[in-house]
């Protein structure tokens, strides 16, 4: 098992930037690729970014890539979602995710592909 807990959200203004981290522990050596999703309140949970854990490759979701950096620190055991140009619709409640061998493609953007999940961190922008 992996265990996550993101941090680093907050109010921020429309324009701005947040850094989200996401400390994993436990198994690390499960574990494929790394993932953030969101959800926006009275909607869907939905995929923004994900890094695949060895060797780095990351992928975006299309509203966001040329806005959000995905990065991991191995050493560390964390990944991170650097955040700028932040807009109103961006409010939502960030969730980290970890992908295990064997669940998915690399490039993955399935919730059932990750099976571990942090508590969410919430990240509000004001217009």
């Known amino acids: 098992q992996v265990q996550l807990v993101e941090s680093g959200g907050g109010l921020v203004q429309a324009g701005g930037s947040l850094r989200l981290s996401c400390a994993a522990s436990g198994s690390i050596f499960t574990v494929a690729g790394m993932g953030w999703f969101r959800q926006a309140p009275g909607r869907e949970r939905w995929f923004v970014a994900g890094i695949t854990w060895l060797g780095g490759t990351k992928y975006y979701a299309e509203s966001v890539k040329d806005r959000f950096t995905i990065s991991r620190d191995i050493a560390k055991n964390t990944v991170f979602l650097q955040m700028n140009s932040l807009k109103p619709e961006d409010t939502a409640l960030y969730y980290c995710?970890?992908?295990?061998?064997?669940?998915?493609?690399?490039?993955?953007?399935?919730?059932?592909?990750?099976?571990?999940w942090g508590q969410g961190t919430q990240v509000t922008v004001s217009s």
């Open positions: 995710a970890a992908r295990t061998h064997g669940s998915g493609y690399y490039n993955s953007t399935r919730e059932p592909d990750f099976g571990s």
